[in-house]
C-alpha cells in the first residue's frame, strides 16, 4: 500500500508544478526506480510474502531497459523539449553523450541479465531470454548509424517490448 501510494506521488510530482523532477533531469532516476526496483521486488515481495535476493539482478535489468525508454524518447524529442525549456537528461549530455548514455543503459541490461541466468543457473532454458539481446543489438546499431533523432520514433515500440518480453522470459526462464 505505501508503495502504491508512493508510485502514484512520485508519478504526479514527475511532470506537475514548478519543481517537476521529470523536466529538470531526474526523469531517468525515477524511471529506474519506479518501473525497475520498485515494481519488479515490489510484485515478487507482494506474491511470495518475502524478499530474496533472486530479484535485484532482474530489477535492474527492467530498470535500465526502462530508462533506455525514456532516453531514446527524450533524444527524439530533444528540440522540442529544449524549446519548451525541460531540461530532460538528453539536454544535460548533449548529442554525443545522450548516445553513449543510451549505449551503456543497454549493455548494462544485458550484463546484469547475463549475471543473473549465470548465478542462477540451472538449466538451458534459464537462459531463453537472451534472444531477446539480438533486437536491442540490432537497435544499438540503429541509434548509432541515425544522425536525425526524429527518426528513432520507430525504436521507441522495439525497445519498450524488447524490455517486456525479455523480462518474461527471464522470469520463465528461471521457473523452467
Known amino acids: 500500500m505505501v508503495l502504491g501510494l508512493a508510485s502514484i506521488a512520485a508519478a504526479i510530482k514527475y511532470t506537475v508544478g514548478n519543481n517537476a523532477y521529470g523536466y529538470s533531469g531526474f ?43 525514456l532516453n531514446l524518447n527524450n533524444m527524439r524529442d530533444i528540440e522540442s523539449d529544449k524549446k519548451s525549456k525541460k531540461m530532460t537528461m538528453a539536454i544535460k549530455l548533449g548529442e554525443k553523450n545522450m548516445k553513449l548514455y543510451h549505449y551503456a543503459l543497454i549493455v548494462l541490461a544485458m550484463i546484469t541479465s547475463l549475471l543473473f541466468g549465470l548465478f542462477y543457473y540451472t538449466s538451458a532454458y534459464n537462459l531463453i531470454y537472451m534472444i531477446m539481446y539480438v533486437p536491442l543489438i540490432v537497435h544499438l546499431i540503429k541509434v548509432k548509424r541515425n544522425n536525425d533523432l526524429k527518426l528513432l520514433d520507430p525504436e521507441l515500440k522495439k525497445v519498450a517490448l524488447s524490455t517486456f518480453f525479455l523480462a518474461i522470459l527471464m522470469g520463465v526462464g528461471h521457473l523452467l
Not at 525497475?36 to 533472486?54: A, E, N, P, R, T
Request: glycine share 10%.
Open 27 to 69: 526523469g531517468d532516476v525515477f524511471v529506474f526506480v519506479f518501473f525497475g526496483l520498485v515494481s519488479v521486488i515490489g510484485c515478487y515481495v507482494l506474491f511470495s510474502k518475502q524478499l530474496d535476493h533472486v530479484v535485484i539482478l532482474p530489477a535492474i535489468t527492467v530498470g535500465l531497459l526502462s530508462t533506455a525508454v
